[in-house]
């Protein structure tokens, strides 16, 4: 777990206080949401400050058709402009329609939109119907935090407004962090977790490794028992179920999705049934339904994680 190095001692009372923190800092124009958990980081999200979160309904206007691939660009109210597949025949340029945005955008991707049947005849051009959920209020109603930290003054107003209505939280548990001698990014060591959070290959405390590769198609991740003690004594099971604990961790920091396969350590019979049980229990912690098909004869755990978002892949460069 990296450690954030503060010389500056006012700084560091704020540095992880231990139960469940969220920590919000800004990168160029992308807010990045930290979960901790007793120091560990456990969830990552994004969100670009501007940009209209996935559930908003708007007004948008059909800036293009593309009649060959059956699909419309679509300009929305941030000024933005949309992907819209399986178009009516019907449909013009200059068009208002009724849309929902249903992904945003992502390395270079434009963000996708369908369209919604909402009443838009007195409507004003390039209007929100409906805005979607922000990023800290989908993971207020999913985490109890004990404290929230940010340095973003409007994102610290927003909260604060947000949590006087909702009573989800208390105030005294969120933080502006205002210290001009460390940034709370450094304090965070934000750079150095997203790059640990995108390495290929992951060591775990007994000295094994967990290797991820990203593909279109599927995720793989291979369990080496490279480095590991033979003076030690842990087992390969051991070592699976480390493996397996640090692997759903990835998992939801990556937000990783479609069919993920797993190479464990050749184990004996009744030890994959342990490993087995151990696997269900991890998927349920996951931050999306995760289901644990089956584990094979060659000793590859086959998983199926739904998909939500984009994966932190998609985000950092």
């Not at 807010?31 to 209209?52: A, G, H, R, S, T």
């Not at 009516?88 to 208002?96: T, V």
């Not at 107003?157 to 001698?181: A, G, H, Q, R, T």
């Not at 739904?306 to 994966?311: H, I, S």
Request: charge should be neutral; charged fraction near 30%.
């Amino acid at each position: 777990m990296i450690k954030p190095s503060v010389k500056n001692e006012d700084a560091k009372k704020y540095v992880n206080s231990g139960g469940t923190e969220l920590v919000i800092v800004k990168k160029d124009d992308t807010l990045i949401y930290l979960v901790f958990e007793n120091k560990e980081l456990i969830d990552i999200e994004f969100e670009k400050e501007n940009e209209l979160p996935i559930g908003t309904k708007c007004v948008g206007k059909v800036s293009k058709i593309a009649k060959d691939i059956n699909s419309a660009y679509i300009l929305l109210p941030d000024k933005s402009t949309a992907f819209l597949r399986n178009i009516p025949a019907d449909l013009k340029c200059e068009q208002n329609i009724p849309v929902e945005v249903t992904r945003v955008s992502s390395k270079g991707k434009l963000p996708s939109v369908v369209l919604t049947e909402d009443d838009i005849e007195h409507r004003t051009d390039l209007s929100i119907i409906e805005k979607g959920r922000r990023q800290y209020e989908k993971l207020l109603s999913k985490y109890k935090f004990n404290r929230i930290l940010t340095d973003i003054d409007n994102i610290f107003k927003e909260i604060k407004e947000f949590i006087n209505s909702s009573n989800v939280i208390d105030l005294s548990e969120l933080i502006l962090y205002n210290d001009s001698m460390v940034s709370l990014g450094t304090l965070y060591s934000v750079s150095a977790r997203l790059k640990e959070a995108t390495s290929k290959v992951i060591w775990l405390k007994s000295g094994a490794n967990i290797v991820i590769e990203e593909t279109s198609a599927f995720t793989v991740i291979d369990v080496n028992s490279a480095k590991k003690d033979n003076k030690k004594s842990n087992s390969y099971l051991e070592i699976n179920r480390e493996a397996a604990v640090e692997i759903f961790r990835q998992m939801n920091l990556r937000n990783l999705s479609g069919i993920i396969l797993i190479d464990f350590i050749n184990l004996e019979r009744e030890e994959y049934r342990i490993l087995t049980d151990e696997l269900n229990v991890l998927a349920k912690t996951q931050k999306t339904f995760t289901k644990v098909v089956d584990i094979t004869a060659l000793g590859i755990a086959e998983i199926t994680r739904k998909k939500e978002g984009v994966t932190l892949s998609d985000i950092v460069k």
